[in-house]
Structure formats: C-alpha cells, structure tokens
C-alpha cells in the first residue's frame, strides 16, 4: 500500500514563497505520474501540476513561471516549490501518485492548507 506524507504549507504573504514536500512509502517516484491539486473553499479540486517518472512536467496556466513541481527519486519526494504567491493560491493542496496515465486508482496525501494573506 502506498502511502503519501504531505509537508510544508501555511500562512504566507502576497508574493511570499513556500514549499511542500510529498514522500512516498516504496521507491514510486522515479517511475509514478506525480501530481499536485488544489481544492479552494466552495471549488472542485484541480490539477496544478504534474510530472512524469522521466521528468516531464506540466502547469496549469495560473501557475506557470510561479510554480516549479520536482521530485528527488533517491529521497521518494516530491516538491512543490510556489513563489509570487497571491490570493487565490489559498486552498487545501493534496500529493497525487498514479501508477500510469490509464490506472483505474490512485493514491492521495493528507492535504495541507496554504494561506495567501496580508
């Protein structure tokens, strides 16, 4: 059973930065499509990025040129690095693993709440 432990998150200013961190029980990273979502007060959850077990990556557009998904295979993490944060970057952030881009299940973190406030 995979499981997923989520880090980092909190309160940040405006244009703060902040990092999350998602390790993985097993060695999954380097070959698993790694994900993060979002899920905002009253929101359906959405992908904000991706990467693939070769290191391709993805962006929704809100997020492109702030944010910066990586995954370090020898630790089983995965980073969420976001900078220029603003106020509707506030939401629950959750780790995804899927095993390949056609698997019937997945695997999910805890969550962590991220707040963009002054």
């Known amino acids: 059973q995979v499981q997923l432990v989520q880090s980092g998150g909190g309160l940040v200013e405006p244009g703060g930065s902040l990092r999350l961190s998602c390790a993985a029980s097993?060695?999954?990273?380097?070959?698993?499509?790694m994900g993060w979502y979002r899920q905002a007060p009253g929101k359906q959850r959405e992908l904000v990025a991706m990467?693939?077990?070769?290191?391709?990556?993805n962006y929704v557009d809100s997020v492109k040129g702030r944010f910066t998904i990586s995954k370090d295979n020898t630790k089983n993490t995965m980073y969420l690095q976001m900078n220029a944060l603003k106020p509707e970057d506030t939401a629950v952030y959750y780790c995804?693993?899927?095993?390949?881009?056609?698997?019937?299940?997945?695997?999910w973190g805890q969550g962590t709440q991220v707040t963009v406030s002054s």
């Open positions: 995804n693993a899927l095993p390949n881009p056609f698997s019937s299940y997945n695997y």
């Open positions: 097993g060695n999954i990273i380097s070959t698993y499509v």
């Open positions: 990467i693939t077990g070769g290191g391709i990556s």
